[in-house]
T-cell receptor, first 115, second 114 residues
């Protein structure tokens, strides 16, 4: 799978938007971009995923660059509860399912939210 | 509550011992994944089962083994434990065997080997 690069840490203020960047310059046309997050003392939690178009759900928005070499996870109004490690993961859609369904996690970005 | 249940939540044992971690997937999910998270290694994929069959192996040691039972719950067996096996062990489940790869994780089992 193609590799992703994320900043080690970021800080945000409560109730302000947060933009978490992810670079994936070697992404292939069949790679989905997934975001998961891990709150302290909890298991990872799915946030959002997309292929080419920007995506929105109740948790966040995913903005994908036109060349797909980078993406940004957007939390519209950060809360203290959003303090977590955010993982950007690429997964080849041709390898979904079966023996290739597992996700490979990197180091992620540790987001701190200040009140 | 994610719907994925892991027991025990905490486990303290000694080197050389054997432990079993249990995972009950979300209702209807057929795939179960095991991950290990230690401070220096991050989240490492160990093994995956789908409907009772092993589907993929990651960085799983030979001292570790797993299985998925007919009722779809899974167990991860860790034997001849070493200090370095101290970690959080997460189980995740997924609905099927194709489509979007959204995993639902449990809260984890924290293993401490003394």
């Amino acid at each position: 799978d193609a590799k992703t690069t994320q900043p080690n840490s970021m800080e945000s203020n409560e109730e302000e938007p947060v933009h978490l960047p992810c670079n994936h310059s070697t992404i292939s046309g069949t790679d989905y971009i997934h975001w998961y997050r891990q709150l302290p003392s909890q298991g990872p939690e799915y946030v959002i995923h997309g292929l080419t178009s920007n995506v929105n759900n109740r948790m966040a928005s995913l903005a994908i660059a036109e060349d797909r070499k980078s993406s940004t996870l957007i939390l519209h109004r950060a809360t203290l509860r959003d303090a977590a490690v955010y993982y950007c993961i690429l997964r080849d859609v041709r390898r979904y399912g079966g023996s290739q369904g597992n996700l490979i996690f990197g180091k992620g970005t540790k987001l701190s939210v200040k009140p | 509550d994610s719907g994925v249940t892991q027991t025990p939540k905490h486990l303290i044992t000694a080197t050389g011992q054997r432990v079993t971690l249990r995972c009950s997937p979300r209702s209807g999910d057929l795939s179960v994944y095991w991950y290990q998270q230690s401070l220096d290694q991050g989240l490492q994929f160990l093994i995956q089962y789908y409907n009772g069959e092993e589907r993929a192996k990651g960085n799983i040691l030979e001292r570790f083994s797993a299985q998925q039972f007919p009722d779809l719950h899974s167990e991860l067996n860790l034997s001849s434990l070493e200090l370095g096996d101290s970690a959080l062990y997460f189980c995740a489940s997924r609905r099927g065997d194709s489509g979007a790869n959204v995993l639902t994780f449990g809260a984890g089992s924290r293993l401490t080997v003394l």
